[in-house]
């Protein structure tokens, strides 16, 4: 007790750990709110280094209302998420992660930039084990073709949850690539904040 338990592959908060982190959170952020330049120190992340883009990615997807700042409660709902939705919840959240500019699908352009910037993190850690070594635009177009059902180049939220749940390899490329639990616990451990 007292400890964070496994359920399943999903880490769950507990109660004294969520303390702990909001002291953690109230000392680093006084003012109640987070922002990107101190996201990216919270969690140990250079300013123009290999993680930033991806950083900067997971900052507005935290960012619920859209005021380019986290508060206490985005944070941790976002945590929750990460670390105990179920598959369907977190795809529609990685789904935010992709839609840089927010406009409800994803391009050819937004997917290129997200997958770019997940390679840059691989090679700078690297952490790429994957027997496959397709280039960027290689799984772009791979992803493309498996959830872009109606062909018009944009990934609409129901084309990228429906098409990761039927084909394994996009799936498992988003699970991979995009497992914002991993980096958030990775991250975690880099910074001294937590």
């Known amino acids: 007790m007292g400890q964070s338990?496994?359920?399943?592959?999903?880490?769950?908060?507990?109660?004294?750990?969520?303390?702990?982190?909001?002291?953690?959170?109230?000392?680093?952020?006084?003012?109640?709110v987070l922002?990107?330049?101190?996201?990216?120190?919270?969690?140990?992340?250079?300013?123009?280094?290999?993680?930033s883009?991806?950083?900067?990615?997971?900052?507005?997807?935290?960012?619920k209302n859209g005021d380019n700042t986290i508060d206490f409660l985005e944070f941790v709902a976002a945590l929750n998420l990460v670390f105990r939705g179920d598959l369907e919840h977190k795809l529609r959240w990685s789904f935010k992660v992709y839609d840089k500019?927010?406009?409800?699908?994803?391009?050819?352009?937004?997917l290129r930039s997200i997958i770019d910037s997940i390679y840059q993190i691989k090679k700078y850690s690297k952490k790429d084990k994957s027997e496959s070594h397709l280039t960027v635009d290689e799984v772009v177009e791979r992803i493309l073709d498996a959830v872009?059902?109606?062909?018009?180049g944009h990934i609409t939220l129901e084309e990228f949850v429906k098409g990761a749940q039927q084909?394994?390899?996009?799936?498992?490329?988003?699970?991979?690539?995009m497992n914002p639990a991993g980096w958030v616990l990775e991250n975690r451990r880099k910074s001294a904040y937590f």
């Open 101 to 110: 500019d927010g406009n409800g699908y994803v391009d050819r352009n937004e």
């Open 167 to 177: 084909d394994p390899w996009v799936l498992n490329m988003l699970r991979l690539d």
């Open 35 to 51: 922002f990107l330049h101190e996201f990216k120190r919270f969690f140990g992340v250079h300013p123009t280094g290999e993680a």
């Open 5 to 32: 338990q496994q359920t399943g592959s999903c880490e769950e908060i507990d109660v004294k750990a969520l303390q702990d982190m909001y002291k953690k959170f109230v000392l680093e952020c006084p003012s109640g």
């Open 148 to 152: 872009d059902f109606d062909r018009d």
């Open 53 to 63: 883009d991806y950083a900067e990615n997971m900052f507005r997807a935290f960012d």
